[in-house]
Nanobody, 124 residues
């Protein structure tokens, strides 16, 4: 499975942005899909995930502001980001796995398919 993330950019605090992740080479409907983010010198941070069942999970720092969704017919996953803050600035990565258990859903090591990342910069 290949993942291609897009939609990043430079926005101001309070703005919204939607990231997209296109999956190819497989059927994404069978996968747990997730978004992580990373800034220089820091570990990759869990942002959101959506399971095959459609259940969503979010990192504490984005709850209430970000929404993950999937369109299985298009093999797409989206991350709608609202009320963006400067601390949301990071490279955002799309990830996928067919074997993630619930207790590991927020762990980057549980995912073995990764996209190339898209930069999100939020100015104050």
């Amino acid at each position: 499975v290949q993942l291609q993330a897009s939609g990043g950019g430079l926005v101001q605090a309070g703005d919204s942005l939607r990231l997209s992740c296109a999956a190819s080479g497989g059927t994404s409907s069978s996968l747990t899909m997730a978004w992580f983010r990373q800034t220089p010198g820091k570990e990759r941070e869990f942002v959101a995930a959506v399971r095959r069942s459609g259940h969503n999970y979010y990192g504490d720092s984005v709850k209430g502001r970000f929404t993950i969704s999937r369109d299985n017919a298009k093999n797409m996953v989206y991350l709608q980001m609202n009320f963006l803050k400067p601390e949301d600035t990071a490279i955002y990565y799309c990830a996928a796995s067919s074997t993630v258990i619930l207790s590991s859903i927020k762990t980057s090591g549980a995912y073995y398919y990764w996209g190339q990342g898209t930069q999100v910069t939020v100015s104050s």
